[in-house]
Every structure is written in structure tokens, then in C-alpha cells.
T-cell receptor, first 114, second 115 residues
Framework: GESVGLHLPTLSVQEGDNSIINCAYS??????FIWYKQESGKGPQFIIDIRSNMDKRQGQRVTVLLNKTVKHLSLQIAATQPGDSAVYFC?????????????FGKGTSLLVTP | GAGVSQSPRYKVAKRGQDVALRCDPISGHVSLFWYQQALGQGPEFLTY????????KSGLPSDRFFAERPEGSVSTLKIQRTQQEDSAVYLCASSFRQASSYEQYFGPGTRLTVT
């Protein structure tokens, strides 16, 4: 079935380096995508979102890139800090504005080493 | 301001017991979602409320799962005759908007362990 998936389950980066977390989706009808950060014992925390009419969106130290041609989404974190260590999920709304479920990927664990 | 709160944070139940999990959404948020998150997995959608109306319950895994939001604010997820496969973190999220294509704010979750 159609699903959201991630290329890498774990990612280790050095403090100060840039991080890139990738996500593939297969539902071409998806028009809204979100990145969440989840720390141990906590609920997912919104990072940034993007709609399908955009290919790039920037936040504070984060950038999301959307490539609809290859159905690929990425999250870039600049100058990664120890506090960025967490599991990162991408999620999609595959039904435009008419559906209610967010489909989450499995997650990528980001470990920032000093 | 206050975020989404959930109680209890941890619940241990013996197999066959009934449990009730509570969610207090952000005040004024119209939409409320329940998700189930198994260990090492992403959250999976269970059900959705718009105010007091349950508009989508397609993700509930069995008829042992029941959710309500009678006054359009606090919601309760009830699991009857718990089974070991029900062990998971149950997450509640709320949103100001009436669809899921907008930011959802998550609570800390309730970790349910069925022994």
C-alpha cells in the first residue's frame, strides 16, 4: 500500500555540522507534509511544514525541501546542536483537505556527538 | 500557554482489564486526534473529532476501543478487555483547524503496558 518511509533509520553527526534527514512518500495526492521532532518520553513536536505548491521552506536553522517529481522530502538542520538529538518523523496528509489522518513514517534517530 | 495534557502518563493494566485515557486539548481547538505509537514506530492514526462529533474512527483496531468527546473539549479513549498487543503509547493531538492539513499539537502521551 502507499506509505511514507525514511531512507535511514539512524544518523550520527558532529556538533556544528549540518544534518540532512530524508523521507520518501508514494502518494502523489499528498499535498501537505510536516516534520516532527520527538524526544524520549515526549510527544512529537512540530518543526516545520510545507505544502505541495512550494519546493522549499525555511525556519529557524531548519529547511524543508520538497521534490514532487521524485516524491522526496528532506529536512536540513544547520549547525546541529546536542539538543537536536531526537527521533525525527515526516508525516503527510494524503487526502488534501478532506481527510483526517496524518500518515507518519517510521522515524530517523539523530544523534549529535560533541 | 498550556499545551495538550494527557493523564495518566503511565498505566499498567492486567490483561482483561478496562482502561480509560484522558486528553485535555488546547483551549479552543476544534479538532482532536488520537494516535497509537508502538515502540520504535511512528504514530498511527486512531480517530478524529471535530468538536463533539467523531468524524473518523477508521483507525481504531477493534471494537474494544472506544473514544468520546461529549462536550467538545476533553476526550477519553477507552480500551475494554485489554490485550498485550494494546501496549503502546497513546498520543492525543489537537488543532485549531477543522482538518488535518494543519499543524497538530501533541500531548506527552500515555504509556500503556498490559501484563
Amino acid at each position: 500500500g502507499e506509505s511514507v518511509g525514511l531512507h535511514l533509520p539512524t544518523l550520527s553527526v558532529q556538533e556544528g555540522d549540518n544534518s540532512i534527514i530524508n523521507c520518501a512518500y508514494s502518494n502523489s495526492a499528498s499535498d501537505y507534509f510536516i516534520w516532527y521532532k520527538q524526544e524520549s518520553g515526549k510527544g512529537p513536536q512540530f518543526i516545520i511544514d510545507i505544502r505541495s505548491n512550494m519546493d522549499k521552506r525555511q525556519g529557524q536553522r531548519v529547511t524543508v525541501l520538497l521534490n514532487k517529481t521524485v516524491k522526496h522530502l528532506s529536512l536540513q538542520i544547520a549547525a546541529t546542536q546536542p539538543g537536536d538529538s531526537a527521533v525525527y518523523f515526516c508525516a503527510e496528509n494524503p487526502f488534501s483537505n478532506s481527510g483526517y489522518a496524518l500518515n507518519f513514517g517510521k522515524g530517523t534517530s539523530l544523534l549529535v556527538t560533541p | 500557554g498550556a499545551g495538550v495534557s494527557q493523564s495518566p502518563r503511565y498505566k499498567v493494566a492486567k490483561r482483561g482489564q478496562d482502561v480509560a485515557l484522558r486528553c485535555d486539548p488546547i483551549s479552543g481547538h476544534v479538532s482532536l486526534f488520537w494516535y497509537q505509537q508502538a515502540l520504535g514506530q511512528g504514530p498511527e492514526f486512531l480517530t478524529y473529532f471535530q468538536n463533539e462529533a467523531q468524524l473518523d474512527k477508521s483507525g481504531l483496531p477493534s471494537d474494544r476501543f472506544f473514544a468520546e468527546r461529549p462536550e467538545g473539549s476533553v476526550s477519553t479513549l477507552k480500551i475494554q478487555r485489554t490485550q498485550q498487543e494494546d501496549s503502546a503509547v497513546y498520543l492525543c493531538a489537537s488543532s485549531f483547524r477543522q482538518a488535518s492539513s494543519y499543524e497538530q499539537y501533541f500531548g506527552p502521551g500515555t504509556r500503556l503496558t498490559v501484563t
